[in-house]
Nanobody, 124 residues
Framework: QRQLVESGGGLVQPGGSLRLSCAASGFISDDYSIGWFRQAPGKTREGVSCISNSGVTSDLSDSAKGRFTISRDNAKKTVYLQMNSLKPEDAAVYYC?????????????????WGQGTQVTVSS
């Protein structure tokens, strides 16, 4: 059974950092892209960043450009999102998603599997 499990969310002060993890299981090969998305209350789900099977990274929006870094460890089947200089507007539930046999895209309906999400709260 293919599954994605996010972890690493929590409460952080503005200007602080968090590292989110997305552990994939049940995927036989590494031929997939993984994206990070987020959704704040009352807002639509927004793409944050994505990394392809070959390690090519893409910013899915301008909101986190320069502050967030995505990376991938295929041996551990885990993707990370390092978030620095966090702002209150970064608060949301963060989801990772897999797109099989394809490159990154901002279109969230193009992703095949989703995790359950992890809450990030940015507040003093």
């Amino acid at each position: 059974q293919r599954q994605l499990v996010e972890s690493g969310g929590g409460l952080v002060q503005p200007g602080g950092s968090l590292r989110l993890s997305c552990a994939a299981s049940g995927f036989i090969s590494d031929d997939y892209s993984i994206g990070w998305f987020r959704q704040a209350p009352g807002k639509t789900r927004e793409g944050v960043s994505c990394i392809s099977n070959s390690g090519v990274t893409s910013d899915l929006s301008d909101s986190a450009k320069g502050r967030f870094t995505i990376s991938r460890d295929n041996a551990k089947k885990t993707v990370y999102l390092q978030m620095n200089s966090l702002k209150p507007e970064d608060a949301a539930v963060y989801y990772c998603a897999v797109r099989l046999n394809a490159i990154c895209t901002t279109l969230n309906t193009a992703y095949d599997y989703w995790g359950q999400g992890t809450q990030v709260t940015v507040s003093s």
